[in-house]
């Protein structure tokens, strides 16, 4: 397999050098993923270049007033990479370092994820490029405001419905909605998923994707005869997916030994008090300052002894530089791309499990769903039946996808892939090229 992912169709050019291997943006792995896929897509390759390229991918200029009268602009953006089989859905990032690249990459593995899952949406992605710890609440609101109502022109319930992601919450939600709700002359909250419950949220959605990540892990725990009752878990990222995931591992008997976050590292062998833990990050922002936790190196955060590995912050973290001194058996991608595919090959080579954040993190996606349906009937489910409906789907995609992997001796990367590509492909051709 080739470092350097083909951009085009047989007459297209190959990336830059300096875009190749680790050196490669969010998007370039992207198309190593779908390079990889393509051989085993049989008579719908014809179609395989639409996964290459988005459909649709707005920059928006995003100017609001600071608190201290001075006027901002924040660049903003919304992707839609592909709609064949139902309108764009994907989350909304605020961070500094949210780029075009990324956001593109981000879209494109929601369409997977989507189709993975076999959910009726395409995939989009959003961001803004800013840090909103420096902002003041007022600031944050007015930023969404008017983010929301740039990108106004290309999302909708039936169009595209944005959601939560890193550093964008319930609240971002509800003047999402609102802002939406304002340009159209009527409430509309299947323009956002993600809401709080109070206007139209789904109860289940805040947890749901930590449960998918616990969910696609016991059943892969199954498979490989790994009992969770006597695991060692490490997660980087404790925000919404990790610390919902490792509270759950914990509840099942696992030990938590290793938490990051981006203030640092806490270790701890005997397994960490998790809802003690729960309850510090809630007060001071960090896990940082945990007793009787010990804080280690970041990069020490690679080299602990352990089972399961759940990176659930970043894109990029697992890389050729620290694949080869993970000790876990099973990774558990709860973050989207945090594994290389160089990474992901020493992975393969060394006999770690990969669960990859394409049917890993999905639980979000699929609760966002059955809100976007509880919206469009006003009527609303238990939190039972939400989690029992959650767990259902994700064990029945994770055993699909299990099976093609056997199937075909391929990564359950690959075997998502495969899977979810064919259904996209499979819809692109039922509706043909339109005119
Ligand atoms: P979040 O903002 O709630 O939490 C992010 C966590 O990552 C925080 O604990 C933060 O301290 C930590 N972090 C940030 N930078 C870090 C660094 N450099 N090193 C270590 N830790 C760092 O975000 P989230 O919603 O939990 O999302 C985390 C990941 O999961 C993202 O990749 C996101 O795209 C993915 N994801 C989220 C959802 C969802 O429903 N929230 C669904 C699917 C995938």
């Not at 840090?131 to 109502?149: A, C, V």
């Not at 993190?361 to 238990?382: H, I, L, R």
């Amino acid at each position: 397999m080739s470092a350097t992912p083909s951009l085009s169709g047989p007459s297209g050019h190959a990336l830059p050098s300096y875009l190749q291997a680790d050196q490669l943006g969010p998007w370039g792995i992207y198309l190593q993923q779908v390079d990889r896929v393509i051989p085993y897509l049989g008579h719908l390759a014809r179609w395989a270049e639409t996964l290459k390229r988005p459909k649709r991918a707005l920059i928006v200029d995003v100017p609001i007033e600071l608190d201290n009268g001075t006027i901002a602009h924040f660049e903003g953006y919304r992707v839609q990479h592909n709609t064949s089989r139902g309108p764009g859905k994907g989350g909304v990032r605020f961070h500094q370092d949210v780029t075009l690249s990324e956001v593109m990459a981000l879209s494109a593995w929601m369409s997977v994820k989507n189709a993975a899952v076999n959910v009726p949406y395409g995939g989009a992605k959003g961001g803004i490029r800013v840090d909103p710890k420096t902002l003041s609440r007022g600031e944050l609101e007015r930023m969404t405001r008017r983010y929301t109502s740039e990108i106004g022109i290309i999302i909708g319930p039936t169009k595209d419905i944005p959601a939560p992601d890193v550093n964008t919450n319930e609240q971002i939600m509800a003047w999402m909605m609102d802002t939406y709700s304002m340009n159209q002359g009527a409430t509309a909250t299947g323009v956002v998923t993600g809401k709080p419950i109070d206007l139209g949220g789904s109860l289940g959605r805040r947890e749901a994707t930590g449960r998918g990540v616990f969910t696609v892990g016991s059943e892969a725990a199954r498979h490989i005869g790994m009992d969770l009752g006597q695991a060692r878990v490490a997660v980087q990222g404790f925000g919404n997916v990790g610390s919902i995931a490792a509270k759950l591992f914990a509840q099942a008997g696992a030990r938590v030994v290793a938490v990051q976050d981006h203030a640092g590292t806490i270790y701890q062998p005997a397994g960490l008090d998790l809802p003690a833990l729960l309850a510090h990050a809630a007060r001071e922002g960090t896990v940082m300052g945990f007793q009787p936790a010990e804080t280690i190196a970041n990069d020490s955060f690679w080299d602990v002894d352990c089972d399961i590995l759940i990176p659930a912050a970043l894109e990029q973290q697992i890389t050729a530089a620290n694949a080869g001194r993970i000790k876990a058996r099973m990774v558990i991608e709860g973050a989207n791309g945090p594994t290389t595919p160089q990474a992901d090959d020493i992975l393969q080579e060394r006999n770690v499990l990969v669960l990859p954040d394409v049917i890993a993190n999905a639980g979000g996606v699929t609760v966002s769903y059955f809100e976007w349906v509880q919206d469009f009937s006003s009527f609303f489910w238990s939190e039972d039946e939400i989690n029992a409906r959650l767990v259902r789907i994700m064990k029945e995609a994770f055993e699909g996808i299990w099976n093609v992997a056997q199937q075909h001796k391929v990564s359950l990367r690959t075997a998502t892939f495969i899977v979810a590509c064919q259904r996209i492909l499979h819809a692109r051709e039922l509706r043909g090229l339109y005119p």
